[in-house]
């Protein structure tokens, strides 16, 4: 009896870890196709571990930030932020324009790309305005 009870106790710990790992991978990770409006930028200076400026060859690294609304084809809509790519002269998104990329409830998890107005299905679109 006393074997069966911590035989079940232990099922009982394995399935709700199972849960809860799926579940953080599911929002963190498994993102659906979504698009936006490129909102302003903000430039920021790229910093180390321990929180001093970074420089590649003696140049300040900085990267953009962007708080993004996202629209999927259904129009749903989610507030995601993103950082772009660190540089010493990065290169900012042309802000008013459109880009599609996997989004997570957490974080873009993949390929950022600017897109056409016309690209953006119906649904998208009126979300964003």
């Known amino acids: 009896m006393r074997k069966a009870i ?7 710990i394995v399935v709700f870890g199972g849960y809860k790992a799926y579940s953080y991978w599911n929002t963190t990770y498994n993102g ?15 910093k180390t571990d321990s929180g001093a400026d970074y420089k590649k060859n003696g140049q300040q690294v900085y990267y953009y930030e962007y708080d993004f609304t996202w629209a999927n084809a259904k129009g749903e809509t ?5 950082e772009g790519p660190e540089s010493t002269d990065p290169t900012p998104l042309a802000k008013g324009s459109y880009v599609t990329a996997k989004v997570s409830a957490k974080r873009v998890t993949k390929g950022m ?6 690209q953006v299905p119906a649904q998208a679109l009126k979300a964003l305005q």
Not at 6 to 12: A, S
Not at 78 to 82: E, I, L
Not at 113 to 118: E, G, K
């Open 6 to 12: 911590i035989g079940l106790i232990v099922l009982v």
């Open 113 to 118: 790309q600017t897109i056409s107005v016309n």
């Open 32 to 46: 659906e196709t979504a698009y936006a409006q490129v909102p302003a930028a903000v430039k920021h200076k790229s």
């Open 78 to 82: 989610k507030h995601v932020a993103w």
